[in-house]
């Protein structure tokens, strides 16, 4: 049976769904710079920033590629943060050593924050069964390895996909993949493949269509600038926001250039919530809330005292608040007509004055 989007699903301790606030993820990346210490800082900040997940990716440069020196392992001259780098060297660079993941899950554990991270092969997804990990990330590049979403979806846990690059037949494959292995806990994320990505790409307007033609629920991975394309996605039907952090742009870090820094993870917390908050329900009229409000709109009243037999005319009945009286779209039918009775300046009118 197919999950309801319009439901929710638990990561960990935690409701993820669109009846609960956005689920917010810092991704650490190869922003720890080779520094298991500035590693930890960066879970610390994460956890003082509110985000409710700190992930990782694990993998070696042997896991992910090989150590070729072609220009098929070569990143591109034009490519605006690694050009010219090859594969093997950069993920040598950036990657998570293994051995580091026990201190950095027993950080966040003690710190309340949940921790997991993106596998890139099966030896990884075995690897980080041993931390009961909450749920796992399927990066983007690796949505096309089924059989690498089938292993990691028979764990049973939540399994989030990213899928930045892909058509729609290769987003419907890989969810159909977690799908046969009985895992319906599915996360979509839209995603722009772009680093940093600029805000014209980003596509928002494809996140209901995704729900509704995957079935699942959606969420986004941002490689904009800012904390804008995330709160407009929350708007859209996003119910988690991944979002790239570092301790500081300054500080390096091989994502650094287009991560963000401590304050503005605190900003897309809070206000990717109020997005959340502010969506309300499908129905237009006035609110509880509003009752007092609606008792000052304004309606026709007698304005100066008048007597039976007076004309009713422009001087002596007027639209003001409050909302006792007639409409005042009435007073063309009310106007040089005669009053029934004395009234008192201030008697809301009435079809019984006239």
Known sequence: MSQNPHENIRIGDVEVGPNAEPYIIAEMSGNHDGSLEKALDIVRMAAEQGAHAIKLQTYTADTITIDVKTDDFKISSGHELWADRYLYDLYEEAHTP????????????ELGIHAFSSPFDPTAVDFLEQFDVPAYKIASSEIVDLPLIRHAASKGKPIIISTGMASLGEINAAVEAARSVGNDQIIVLACTANY?????????????????????????????????????????????VEKHVT???????????????????????????????????????????????????????????????????????????????????????????????????GTPMSWELV
């Open 98 to 109: 293994w051995e580091w993941h026990e201190p950095i899950f027993a950080l966040a554990k």
């Open 196 to 240: 940093p990505a600029d805000p014209s790409e980003s596509n928002l307007r494809g996140i209901p269509v995704m729900r509704d033609a995957l079935g699942t629920l959606i969420g986004y991975s941002d490689h904009t600038m800012g904390i804008g394309a995330a709160v407009a996605s929350v708007a859209l039907g996003a119910v988690l």
């Open 247 to 345: 301790l500081s742009r300054e500080g390096g870090g091989v994502d650094s250039a287009f991560s963000s820094e401590p304050e503005e993870l605190n900003q897309l917390v809070s206000q990717s919530k109020v997005a959340w908050q502010c969506l309300g329900e499908p129905r237009i009229g006035a609110r509880a809330q509003e009752k007092e409000g609606l008792r000052f709109r304004r309606s026709l009243y007698v304005v100066e005292d008048v007597r039976a037999g007076d004309v009713v005319t422009a001087e002596n009945v007027r639209s003001i608040r409050p909302a006792n009286g007639l409409a005042p779209d009435t007073f063309s039918t009310l106007e040089g007509r005669t009053f029934t009775r004395d009234a008192a300046k």
